[in-house]
């Protein structure tokens, strides 16, 4: 059964995908859809959390009440940044606003309003979109990319599409892999078309994630790996090791056969993320540098939503969040993000033809230590209202 609360997840997981790489193949610019995309979703998300107050008895835990202090600081961070003082930021103030309440926080709250089977009932069409996605995405996706609307491009030698970045391809690839091995390895009856679909969909994440040259993506799918391995054990664990590394072997063979017949940098991203002239990780480390100091300038309150001197985030929602709302809030944050964390095993042990929405968690928490900040990274606040929500399910099952 799908709910109006697994149906916000629904449109908060794949909606922009498919607006973004449809229209983009086209030859369409895809804003007016994710706009209209990003309405659905919040329609459905409101529309979720009035069933719930109606239906539910309010339920307060520390998760709760951390999530709601949190969230009370960061609005306040973004109205004194965009009303109170009118501080100069990368965005339009509105930008904020929109993309903190309507497309992350308030899909966040609808997501932990969902229930096991309401999960199990998404899950193929989930797996089917990203497929879909990815299979749009590499038949269309170039390596022109151009970040001012089109005026001009560049050959970077990453794939990419008009409204998807290499960073978001790559992560399109490994969340595809993640929800397909997942059909493949829980394959319980006879070899059915959405299994053979994910099967496919194997083939076309690792192609896309290898193409797109992003390195946060895939650490987030070895992190996913590495997850698994330490809920299942050193003994059970094992048999993960043996199935990736010759999958990594394959992948990094592939790797080099596109590099060496193609203009796509797919090996030398990586041979040379420790050279002195790599740019992206050197402003990574200045990003990181700066959101540590101004934490310590502004320990309490905190000093603004993004680096004073970059006029941009820090691509680490962790430190983000001290730099924003000071150490209290950064601590609320982190105790937030480490909770689903930690208790994730019990989604994993007790119900496990849920723990897809676990390993996507890990995906995008890990993601979001490299790329994207606290106000639009939706997968992220999604997840993690999803991982609560199962959580909260099986201690209402032991309670009965």
């Not at 983009?24 to 610019?29: E, N």
């Not at 017949?261 to 040379?272: E, G, K, L, N």
Request: net charge positive; with cysteine; hydrophobic share 50%.
């Amino acid at each position: 059964k799908v709910s109006v609360g697994s149906a916000a997840l629904l449109l908060s997981l794949t909606g922009f995908l498919v607006s973004a790489t449809t229209l983009s193949a086209i030859g369409l610019s895809s804003t007016s859809m994710s706009i209209l995309v990003r309405a659905l979703t919040l329609i459905f998300s409101c529309l979720a959390l009035y069933k719930a107050a109606l239906s539910r008895t309010p339920h307060v835990s520390a998760f709760v009440l951390a999530l709601i202090t949190f969230l009370t600081f960061y609005l306040l961070r973004i109205l004194f940044d965009t009303l109170i003082i009118d501080r100069t930021l990368s965005k339009p103030d509105n930008v904020y606003w929109i993309w903190a309440i309507g497309a992350s926080f308030v899909p966040m709250l609808a997501a932990m309003t969902i229930r096991q089977d309401n999960v199990r009932a998404i899950f193929p069409w989930v797996l089917t979109i990203l497929v879909y996605c990815s299979l749009i995405a590499a038949m269309f996706g170039t390596t022109s990319f151009s970040a001012d609307g089109g005026v001009t491009s560049a050959d970077i030698g990453r794939i990419s599409l008009s409204s998807l970045n290499p960073i978001s391809l790559g992560h399109l690839g490994v969340s595809t892999i993640i929800v397909c091995l997942f059909q493949i390895i829980n394959i319980r009856t006879s070899l059915s078309l959405i299994s053979l679909v994910a099967i496919i969909g194997v083939i076309l994440g690792a192609y896309l994630m290898i193409i797109a040259g992003s390195r946060g993506p895939i650490l987030a799918g070895f992190c996913v790996i590495l997850y698994i391995f330490l809920l299942k054990g050193i003994i059970r664990g094992y048999m993960v090791i043996v199935v990736a590394v010759p999958v990594l072997y394959l992948g990094i063979q592939f790797a080099v056969f596109i590099q060496e017949t193609t203009d796509i940098y797919a090996v030398s991203r990586f041979t040379s993320s420790g050279a002195e002239n790599d740019q992206s990780v050197l402003g990574r480390l200045s990003a990181y540098s700066d959101a540590i100091r101004q934490t310590k300038d502004s320990p309490v309150f905190g000093s603004s939503l993004e680096v004073f001197s970059t006029g941009y985030y820090p691509h680490n929602v962790i430190l983000e969040s001290f730099m924003s709302v000071g150490i209290f809030g950064g601590m609320l944050f982190s105790f937030l993000l480490s909770y689903v964390l930690w208790r994730g095993r019990l989604i994993f042990n007790n119900i496990p033809s849920c723990s897809w929405v676990l390993f996507l968690y890990i995906q995008f928490l890990t993601g979001s230590m490299f790329s994207g900040a606290i106000w639009n990274s939706t997968y992220l606040w999604v997840t993690l209202g999803a991982c609560y929500a199962l959580l909260r399910s099986l201690h209402q099952s032991e309670a009965h």
